[in-house]
């Protein structure tokens, strides 16, 4: 039972324009989202987490936008840029359960030159 | 740099046997988490421990088991392996047991049971 899905599993984009991420979730209990990037022969690095609470969280070149009624979540990324390129995974958490994190398959950004 | 460390990189072992994967968290984090990332797949998580405790736990097998110590290591073992196991094991720390606090991930070590 994939409790959080990516449907995407690859994006291809041009330098500068803007990157959409997209994330599922099917858990109405999930109230904290998070989204990690991972590069090749690394792990998972944080990037940006929003609250239930909100419909937006933004850091930088960075936002995360929550659609509860949805339950889709997407990361946007403007502009992209060529070091943007990895594997980006969001997560979903039950706040008051501890840390357990349910982690999507991942979609694989590619930001072309 | 996460400051999470994991050992070894890599792991190559036969069916039937008995691996211990090593994860030493960021100074002052005192919760590690394990999560398996299959190919193809996302992470699963396994298990959390938190000072000592075990906190939370996945849909992690029975051939599994993992402890924490008292300078806060932990160890994931994994026995009567099978080709199904093989993956990538990662380790995360962060300061305590709540979703909010950023989870710092190590490079993983990856399983190879032939």
């Known amino acids: 039972d994939q409790q959080v899905k990516q449907n995407s599993p690859s994006l291809s984009v041009q330098e500068g324009r803007i990157s959409i991420l997209n994330c599922d979730y099917t858990n109405s209990m999930f109230d904290y989202f998070l989204w990690y990037k991972k590069y090749p022969a690394e792990g998972p690095t944080f990037l940006i987490s929003?609250?239930?609470?909100?419909d937006k969280n933004e850091d930088g070149r960075f936002t995360v936008f929550l659609n509860k009624s949805a339950k889709h979540l997407s990361l946007h990324i403007v502009p992209s840029q060529p070091g943007d390129s990895a594997v980006y995974f969001c997560?979903?958490?039950?706040?008051?359960?501890?840390?357990?994190?349910?982690f999507g398959q991942g979609t694989e950004l590619s930001v072309k030159p | 740099d996460s400051g999470v460390t994991q050992t070894p990189k890599h792991l190559i072992t036969a069916t039937g046997q008995r691996v211990t994967l090593r994860c030493s968290p960021r100074?002052?984090?005192?919760?590690v988490y394990w999560y398996q990332q299959s190919l193809d797949q996302g992470l699963q998580f396994l298990i959390q421990y938190y000072n000592g405790e075990e906190r939370a736990k996945g849909n992690i097998l029975e051939r599994f088991s993992a402890q924490q110590f008292p300078d806060l290591h932990s160890e994931l073992n994994l026995s009567s392996l099978e080709l199904g196991d093989s993956a990538l094991y990662f380790c995360?720390?962060?300061?305590?047991?709540?979703?909010?606090?950023?989870?710092?991930f190590g490079a993983g070590t990856r399983l190879s049971v032939l």
């Open positions: 100074s002052g984090d005192l919760s």
């Open positions: 997560a979903a958490a039950i706040y008051n359960q501890g840390g357990k994190l349910i």
């Open positions: 929003i609250s239930s609470i909100k």
């Open positions: 995360a720390s962060s300061v305590s047991a709540l979703a909010k606090n950023i989870q710092y």
